[in-house]
């Protein structure tokens, strides 16, 4: 069964609506997709009304932003109804709109002519979404600043760059334990070329369940390594596209399809906070 555990929509930094995002997932061959937006589970509601008449099941996740750039964790199987871990989740917010406020600044005070309200015209706020980086871009893309996300980020946006800041979300273990504390599984997202196997460790004595490992940009090398740390730690292997839609630049739904063993770890660890 192809299956598609990373997706975003508007209501983080996606450019489509969670209806939207589920239509193209089933039309690309999925028959189970989760929603798994930055700090947000506000949109799972159209997403799932979307999946049921589509008759594909669609399960509620969220990807939530660490204070390491490159670091964030993803949550499976979360009581997403759950007022404290909506709490969480909003303090999480509040953390990633005053990191845009200071980026906003820093273009200010490098003459890139931007503001607070356009930002919060190009993530469409009153939706209630989280704010991130790609809403500066979007917001300087509209102004004709940068031609695109991509150019904003190697422009202004990624470290080193005038406007960058470093982030302001939570540890990872505080992270992993809001996602526990929701009666979810966490999974370390995208972790690249990151074999170190005693930050693994250390993550999985706090509370760690899986490292995505079937991703678009992993190389063949480095999955066979991440499945043998997750082997050596009894983590869950858990794969996804990324999906954020067209403009930028990951608008492929790829997802992957897990043998019989690998879902009948996955499928209890998805489904368990199911509403």
């Given at each position: 069964m192809k299956v598609d555990l990373h997706t975003h929509s508007h209501f983080s930094d996606g450019t489509l609506s969670?209806?939207?995002?589920?239509?193209?997932?089933?039309?690309?061959?999925?028959?189970?997709?989760?929603?798994?937006?930055?700090?947000?589970?506000?949109?799972?509601?159209?997403?799932?009304?979307?999946?049921?008449?589509?008759?594909?099941?669609?399960?509620?996740?969220?990807?939530?932003?660490?204070?390491?750039?490159d670091i964030h964790v993803l949550g499976y199987g979360i009581e997403w109804l759950s007022p404290a871990f909506i709490g969480r989740l909003a303090e999480f917010r509040g953390r990633r709109e005053k990191r845009i406020r200071a980026i906003v600044e820093r273009l200010r005070q490098a003459s890139v002519d931007i503001s607070w309200e356009e930002v919060q015209n190009a993530a469409a706020l009153d939706r209630g979404q989280a704010v991130g980086r790609p809403h500066v871009a979007d917001a300087l893309r509209r102004k004709k600043i940068v031609r695109s996300r991509r150019e904003a980020f190697q422009k202004f946006l990624s470290h080193g760059k005038p406007a960058f800041v470093d982030p302001m979300g939570p540890t990872v273990e505080e992270a992993i334990a809001a996602i526990r504390e929701a009666g979810g599984t966490p999974v370390i997202a995208h972790p690249g070329s990151l074999f170190d196997l005693d930050r693994f460790r250390s993550w999985t004595d706090a509370g760690l369940g899986g490292i995505e490992i079937y991703y678009p940009t992993h190389t063949h090398t480095a999955v066979l390594e991440l499945l043998q740390i997750a082997r050596m730690l009894n983590l869950m292997p858990t794969g996804g596209s990324d999906f954020h839609g067209p403009g930028t630049g990951r608008d492929k739904l790829t997802g992957f399809d897990p043998d019989d063993e690998l879902w009948s770890r996955l499928a209890p660890a998805l489904e368990r906070g199911r509403a």
């Open positions: 969670p209806a939207e995002v589920v239509r193209r997932a089933f039309e690309s061959g999925m028959r189970l997709m989760v929603l798994t937006d930055h700090d947000c589970v506000a949109g799972y509601e159209q997403a799932r009304a979307q999946g049921e008449q589509l008759g594909m099941k669609v399960l509620c996740g969220v990807e939530i932003n660490t204070h390491k750039d």
